[in-house]
């Protein structure tokens, strides 16, 4: 098993900045694929980023390119979303999410990852 727990949302103006957090724990060893996804109420859940334990590599959605920034400590086991440059359309629950595998090829499709966290409110205010 693999537990995440999301912090560091809030609320912000637009132009401001976050980082999010997700601390994984239990089998994290397994964990090939990490990524953070978005929900508004009443909408699918949106990749917002992915990232890969093994190689290292990341993705975007169109949308968040060059503002939001995946990273991770591996030796704190923690992912880590950095947003800037906020928009109010940035507005959602956002969570952190893990698949255990080889993490040579990872998506931004929520059907793809098996853990989840519980979700941090972020706002951004106009």
């Known amino acids: 098993q693999i537990q995440l727990v999301e912090s560091g949302g809030g609320s912000v103006q637009a132009g401001g900045s976050l980082r999010l957090s997700c601390a994984a724990s239990?089998?994290?060893?397994?964990?090939?694929?990490m990524g953070w996804f978005r929900q508004v109420t009443g909408r699918e859940r949106e990749g917002v980023a992915r990232?890969?334990?093994?190689?290292?590599?990341?993705g975007y959605a169109d949308s968040v390119k060059g503002r939001f920034t995946i990273s991770q400590d591996n030796a704190k086991n923690t992912l880590y979303l950095q947003m800037d440059s906020l928009h109010p359309e940035d507005t959602a629950m956002y969570y952190c999410?893990?698949?255990?595998?080889?993490?040579?090829?990872?998506?931004?499709?929520?059907?793809?990852?098996?853990?989840w966290g519980q979700g941090t409110q972020v706002t951004v205010s106009s």
């Open positions: 999410a893990a698949s255990p595998g080889p993490g040579y090829y990872c998506t931004q499709r929520a059907g793809d990852y098996q853990y």
């Open positions: 239990g089998y994290t060893y397994s964990i090939g694929c």
């Open positions: 990232f890969s334990t093994t190689t290292k590599t990341t």
